[in-house]
């Protein structure tokens, strides 16, 4: 369940980059740089932005909690959509649609079996809802005509969660490329009724944006900020297993990847299986798969991952673990 499987993870409630950075060895002015010294020109804004990329990469959302008469237990959760700038690279500003004023939204957690109810209220000028990967009743499924709240209203989902895995919720209101582009995802986890081995847990939603609107993206991310996790490596520590669930919501790209250097990790695909499915180096994924990752390190050092399309990578797409 929730409460075995985090570790050390938190829970909670309720073409155009600025690549101008020379590389340490001395680069063209203006070219983009590579290893280490791949960054835009200066820092994000988090506390504009409302969140920190640790935020996004390590809390989860295990809603108020309760039971019902049959003593199963209610997870409540409550979603705002609302328009919010955010700023994905430095100086790169993008006008999204989001969750609770965030991009990805929250990373709701809750345990098979569970029932789910999540009350989306709409503060935004646009008609949205929450679709949520799963299996439930047709009038929650959250698209037009089931379970969309015009501007001002609210709307209720009132499902059993199920089946257990690493899944995705996003708007479903048209035209679908807009609004699920603009922000409003984020990742839906069902934990198995066994329980998993405890880990240090992570979300990395594989995200990008096309801030000229010329359906083309111009900034390539993990939780949004390009380069943030090279700026901020993320630490962990040596022979500890890491468990991520990865979730590619990439538009107007086919393909995005995950690469990670200098080691291999167990792939269960979906998250629907107690075993893994293979055990590589690399996997890709269309829009809105979504993968579980387990890997441990054996030797401490600094260890990039990031997509192996190396356009992605010069435009924001990599980051490192710090493995200490």
């Not at 990865?246 to 200098?262: G, K, R, Y």
């Amino acid at each position: 369940g929730i409460a075995g499987a985090l570790g050390g993870a938190a829970v909670l409630r309720g073409k155009d980059l600025l690549l101008a950075q020379e590389s340490h060895e001395g680069g063209t002015p203006g070219a983009p740089t590579h290893g280490h010294g791949h960054g835009a020109v200066g820092r994000v804004d988090h506390a504009r932005n409302g969140f920190t990329p640790q935020q996004l990469l390590t809390e989860f959302d295990t809603g108020e909690v309760s039971k019902d008469i049959s003593g199963r237990t209610v997870r409540e959760f409550e979603l705002i959509a609302v328009d919010k700038e955010i700023e994905v690279a430095p100086g790169v500003f993008f006008p999204a649609w989001t969750y609770n004023g965030r991009v990805p939204g929250p990373s709701i957690r809750v345990d098979e079996g569970d029932r789910v109810r999540v009350k989306l209220t709409n503060a935004s000028g646009h008609s949205h809802t929450i679709h949520f990967h799963g299996i439930h009743p047709s009038e929650m499924d959250g698209i037009p005509g089931a379970g969309e709240a015009a501007p001002g209203e609210s709307f209720t989902y009132d499902f059993i969660a199920e089946p257990f895995g690493t899944h995705l919720y996003h708007c479903h209101s048209l035209p679908l490329v807009q609004h699920i582009h603009r922000g409003l995802y984020g990742a839906f986890i069902i934990d198995p009724k066994k329980g998993r081995p405890e880990a240090n847990e992570m979300v990395m939603v594989m995200n990008a944006f096309d801030t000229n609107f010329d359906g083309g993206n111009e900034v390539y991310a993990i939780n949004t900020v390009a380069f943030a996790y090279m700026n901020e490596p993320i630490q962990i520590e040596r022979d500890q297993l890491q468990r991520v669930h990865l979730i590619n919501v990439t538009e107007f790209d086919p393909i995005n990847s995950m690469h990670l250097h200098a080691n291999f990790f167990n792939l269960y695909r979906t998250g629907t299986k107690l075993q893994p499915d293979e055990f590589t180096d690399i996997i890709s994924m269309g829009q809105a798969e979504r993968h579980m990752l387990e890997f441990t390190y054996s030797f401490p050092g600094n260890f990039i991952f990031h997509a192996h399309v190396s356009e992605f990578v010069d435009l924001g797409w990599l980051s490192s673990f710090q493995v200490s």
